[in-house]
């Protein structure tokens, strides 16, 4: 069974600080997909990385999926108060048909 | 678009008991996957149904089951009701190769 680590588990910071969250594994990936869940809420996509190398950007988060595809990173540049939540990466092996693999996540607090 | 939906919201059984939770996916989406949420376990996959039938299954007990109807909305049943089965229960839909969860609001079941 394949696993996705995220880390770190738990990160509190100040608004205006940037930060990097990790999710790493040692199977490759054929798609990478991030989540935010805010308390209550189901998770919400941010988005879905495919290629290995690529880099999307959505406003002041940046994703990176790894060159082996076995790794990606989010960046958030100056983050504020509504970044708050709970981080999820999610890897699925051979596409569509298979089920998802979800990390535990980082749970993520920005304080003003 | 009407989002993910899903029913009841909050729930309380108490040991022994069974439940049945609703979702209705998102319009035009075929494949609808349930999870379970807890603190401890993160997101874990149940299964997954994709017109009526079960495509991929998770690791849980037989007490757990599911089924999906001709018009995509489905269903889950969890039998014998146990402690352990307090938790938020995600109903998610997709509609394309890369498996891109739409999640609903989740039921929280407390089990009593």
């Known amino acids: 069974t394949q696993l996705l680590e995220q880390s770190p588990q738990f990160l509190s910071i100040q608004e205006g600080e940037n930060l990097t969250v990790y999710c790493n594994s040692s199977?490759?990936?054929?798609?990478l997909q991030w989540y935010r869940q805010e308390p209550g809420e189901g998770p919400v996509l941010l988005v879905t990385v495919v290629t290995g190398g690529e880099v999307k950007k959505l406003k002041r988060l940046t994703f990176q999926f790894g060159d082996a595809r076995k790794d990606s990173s989010l960046h958030i540049t100056a983050a504020q108060p509504g970044d708050t939540g709970l981080y999820l990466c999610a890897g699925s092996t051979q596409g569509g048909s298979e089920k998802l693999v979800f990390g535990k996540g980082t749970k993520l607090t920005v304080n003003p | 678009k009407a989002g993910v939906t899903q029913t009841p919201r909050y729930l309380i059984k108490t040991r022994g008991q069974q439940v049945t939770l609703s979702c209705s996916p998102i319009s035009g989406h075929r494949s609808v996957s349930w999870y379970q949420q807890t603190p401890g376990q993160g997101l874990q996959f149940l299964f997954e149904?994709?017109?009526?039938?079960?495509?991929n299954k998770g690791n849980f007990p037989g007490r757990f089951s599911g089924r999906q109807f001709s018009n995509s909305r489905s269903e889950m049943n969890v039998s014998t009701l146990e402690l352990g089965d307090s938790a938020l229960y995600l109903c998610?839909?997709?509609?394309?190769?890369?498996?891109?969860?739409?999640f609903g609001p989740g039921t929280r079941l407390t089990v009593l």
């Open positions: 149904y994709f017109s009526e039938t079960q495509r």
């Open positions: 998610a839909s997709s509609h394309n190769s890369y498996n891109e969860q739409f």
């Open positions: 199977s490759v990936f054929s798609s």
